[in-house]
């Protein structure tokens, strides 16, 4: 039995100098984004740190594919940070049990009033040193988890290595006119022969990279809107309508997390109150809002905090929403017109699925890749196809790419994007611009938005579910290809497709100010 007065260490100066080792030890700091205040309910981030220690020279070669060099060794410094919380973790256990014997032992003192006096020392300095390291391991857990979030998703085995996205497939034939009178006209000077786009009273109103869309292009727009939903709803998604201002960190959940490249800001952030900035002053602070770039954002929200019935899923929903970048200038001459906008409007289609257990490493991982037969990529290629369905109509040219790693956002494992023919755009990437995007997401977005399902298969064992989201239509770019693709010279019309002409009166032709 261990004497009141005999220390679990050599003895009381040696657990000194040991307690003063191990706060000394160098806990290494490392620049840390941008923190954001979440209220009581946001949901509780939970990435695989497991998978990260075990693994860490792949996610070091996943970053170094995927142009994140300042995370490259993010890996490793977590498997650095977790050996320093382990040596806390001992130190304490060995505190708190010494602890135990002290407290017994003020309780049924054995010796004189000096004896029990020393007991009741040494408790409070065992209190002072146990708090101490507490406090070093809270730090340790907070550093292994921003580190852990800033990872990206690894990459898909589907998904090309490099800076080259593969071409897949091509909708409709390109031809070299498309009635007596093809040319190469811009939307931008299309919009302004026949009244529909006004960039001049927007620069006004709002700034460079705002517009009107007038007569034919409004009416254009709320087409494409009722088309795109139309054929999703045909194929078994729900609609719903989402916000447009979302708590700043639902969007770092979703990925949504500026590289801090050429100065580059991805959403718009809300301004808080004065009365809100004293709040934060005095230690009150309130959760901060954006604007979400796009409606995968609020729709992934749907689900935060949600333990989701296995029957379920997949559960398949499209919401349209206007949508907000802060970078619609940052990338060169191409962003004339309606092509990079700072506001506009899309549809979008977001899916929460089963994860493909079958395709896990046996602890339930799935972030290296998917197979061609898994719940995500069935959905994904499901997501494909309806974009396709929807453009083929349209008569535009496009090319359907599997997108490299270098150009895959944070959340994704894989992206395929479907570009449209622009007959204004072929001295720029071939005349081909970004019309929509499919990404599947693994379990990235579910980890740090707690969206689960029980899995039946795993006797009621609650698993993190997978994401998928995609374009069914943005509506600029869309609306631009349509205009110049559509453009008859001689007539000076831009001829409507047949499969809009409902939403639009029956007008096959948009003219100067109709």
């Known amino acids: 039995m261990v004497s009141p007065n005999t220390s679990l260490f050599a003895c009381r100066s040696c657990r000194r100098d040991f307690v ?36 860490p020279g792949l996610y070091e070669q996943n970053c170094v594919d995927r142009n994140y060099a300042a995370q490259a060794r993010n890996s490793w410094r977590i498997i650095e940070l977790f050996d320093v919380w382990q040596k806390c973790q ?45 406090q070093k391991e809270e730090e340790l857990q907070d550093n292994i988890q921003v580190l852990a979030l800033e990872l990206p998703n690894l990459s898909s085995v589907h998904t090309p290595t490099g800076l080259t996205p593969e071409v897949l497939s091509y909708i409709n034939v390109r031809t070299n006119s498309s009635g007596p009178s093809r040319s190469q006209l811009s939307h931008t000077d299309i919009g302004a022969r026949l009244n529909l786009l006004d960039f001049s009273a927007a620069a006004t109103t709002s700034g460079w990279g705002w517009y009107y869309l007038l007569n034919g292009a409004a009416l254009l727009e709320q087409a494409l809107v009722q088309y795109a939903l139309h054929t999703c709803m045909q194929r078994g998604w ?30 718009y952030a809300i301004e808080q109150s004065e009365k809100d900035k004293q709040k934060s002053e005095e230690g009150q602070s309130r959760p901060q809002y954006v604007m979400a770039g796009t409606a995968e954002i609020p729709l992934a929200g749907l689900k935060a905090n949600t333990v989701l019935a296995e029957e379920e899923l997949p559960l398949k929903v499209v919401g349209v929403s206007r949508s907000y970048r802060a970078e619609a200038g940052a990338r060169g001459v191409d962003t004339k017109g309606l092509y990079r906008v700072h506001e506009f409007t899309k549809v979008e289609m977001f899916a929460w699925t089963l ?54 956002g944070a959340s994704a494992t894989r992206k395929i994007d479907i570009e449209a023919f622009f007959p204004s755009r072929i001295e720029k990437d071939d005349g081909y611009g970004e019309v929509t995007s499919a990404s599947i997401c693994t379990d990235y977005q579910s980890r740090r938005l707690n969206t689960r399902m029980k899995s039946k298969a795993q006797g009621g064992k609650l698993e993190y579910v997978h994401t998928l989201n995609g374009t069914a239509m943005a509506i600029p770019r869309v609306l631009a290809a349509i205009l110049e693709n559509g453009w008859d010279e001689e007539k000076q019309e831009v001829r409507v497709p047949e499969v809009l002409r409902k939403w639009m009166g029956g007008m096959d032709a948009i003219r100067k100010d109709t």
């Open 238 to 267: 729900r609609i719903v309508s989402p916000p447009s201002m979302v708590y700043a960190h639902m969007a770092s959940a979703c990925g949504f997390q500026p590289r801090d490249q050429h100065g580059e800001t991805q959403i």
């Open 20 to 55: 003063q080792a191990l706060k000394s030890l160098s806990t290494p700091r490392y620049p840390r984004r941008r923190t954001f205040t979440r209220p009581s309910n946001a949901p509780k981030p939970q990435p695989d740190i497991r998978h990260i220690r075990q693994n």
């Open 90 to 134: 001992s130190s304490a256990r060995q505190l708190r049990e010494r602890n135990n014997v002290v407290k017994k032992s003020v309780a049924k003192p054995q010796e004189g009033d000096a004896a029990r006096q020393a007991l009741i020392e040494e408790a409070r300095r065992l209190k002072a040193e146990l708090g101490e390291i507490e």
């Open 355 to 408: 994860p493909d257990t079958q395709d896990a490493d046996g602890q339930g991982n799935f972030a290296t890749g998917t197979q061609q037969n898994s719940h995500s990529e069935r959905l994904f290629q499901e997501m494909v196809e309806l974009q396709k369905s929807i453009l083929q109509p349209l008569g535009l040219h496009c090319r359907v790419l599997s997108m490299p790693s270098t150009d895959l």
